[in-house]
């Protein structure tokens, strides 16, 4: 039986930042804990960004993942939006990478397959399959449920990978 693997799922946004944490063993997966870091709004950008590191360095320093995933960004209509969303994107990938854990991305749409079946499905969708996939899971926002499915992708992903891996050394 494969050893256990604790990922941590993020899905970054500059208001709230979704985490969940999820441990894969084999096919079996374990839900462990998830949330949101948030940042005040009234505060400057650079400061708003420092709320993410830090918040997110807590979740690591607390739920010690031994991987990472984050979802990547969709393309916005507004450049201001997106541009923003791009640097929170950034403290979502260079705190665990600072942290010296390995950094999986994933695009939104590979994300949603993976766990709904369906690339373009809507947020109700991926909160019902987490639920199934993950009875234990108690999501208080869309944030924590989109996180929690992009560390169940990188569960499927990276175990498809390891499968490969095993299959060419054997042969």
């Not at 209509?77 to 010296?100: C, E, F, M, N, T």
Request: glycine residues 10%; aromatic residues 2%; contains cysteine.
């Amino acid at each position: 039986m494969a050893s256990p693997i604790r990922i941590l799922g993020l899905d970054p946004g500059l208001r709230k930042t979704g985490w969940g944490v999820v441990v894969s063993e084999g096919s079996k997966l374990s839900f462990i804990a998830c949330g949101c870091v948030e940042s005040d709004g009234t505060l400057s950008l650079g400061e708003r960004l420092r709320q993410l590191h830090e918040g997110i360095g807590r979740v690591i320093a607390t739920w010690t993942p031994d991987e990472v995933a984050v979802e990547e960004t969709f393309v916005n209509r507004d450049p201001q939006s997106a541009l923003k969303l791009g640097q929170a994107r950034g403290i979502a990938l260079v705190v665990p990478a600072l942290a010296g854990l390995a950094v999986a991305e994933y695009a939104a749409n590979l994300v949603k397959k993976t766990v709904v079946g369906v690339g373009h499905a809507d947020k109700k969708q991926v909160q019902m399959m987490i639920r199934v996939l993950l009875p234990k899971a108690e999501t208080k926002s869309a944030d924590a449920a989109d996180a929690l499915a992009v560390a169940i992708c990188h569960a499927q992903h990276r175990g498809m990978r390891t499968l490969v891996a095993q299959m060419r050394a054997s042969a």
